[in-house]
Nanobody, 121 residues
Framework: QVQLVESGGGSVQAGGSLRLSCAAS?????MGWFRQAPGKEREGVAA????????YYADSVKGRFTISQDNAKMTVTLQMNSLKPEDTSTYYC?????????????????WGQGTQVSVSS
């Protein structure tokens, strides 16, 4: 069973930065970050094809968030800059093999426990 362990998150003022990391216990072709606020559906934020190093971003975070990978550590990192109050959510790391749409939850088999990000105005 593949495990995903998240770290990072926390509280920051608007305009600030946070970094989330996700360490996988095995190689997973696609990894992504999703977020879910109370009462809302889980939405894709960013994803990466680890084999081809291709990245995908939701329109709401383009230019502010960057997803990257460290193959040696089997870690995927989400650097979040220029944070806004609407970025407040629980962020989840996800991994999957049969991923056709990287920013959609379908196809992702493995999920982290979630980490809270809170942005105050």
């Amino acid at each position: 069973q593949v495990q995903l362990v998240e770290s990072g998150g926390g509280s920051v003022q608007a305009g600030g930065s946070l970094r989330l990391s996700c360490a996988a216990s095995a190689y997973i072709p696609y990894m992504g970050w999703f977020r879910q606020a109370p009462g809302k559906e889980r939405e894709g934020v960013a994803a990466i094809s680890r084999r081809y190093d291709v990245t995908y971003y939701a329109d709401s975070v383009k230019g502010r968030f960057t997803i990257s990978q460290d193959n040696a550590k089997m870690t995927v990192t989400l650097q979040m800059n220029s944070l806004k109050p609407e970025d407040t959510s629980t962020y989840y790391c996800a991994g999957g093999s049969a991923v056709l749409r990287p920013l959609v939850t379908e196809g992702y088999t493995y999920w982290g426990q979630g980490t809270q990000v809170s942005v105050s105005s």
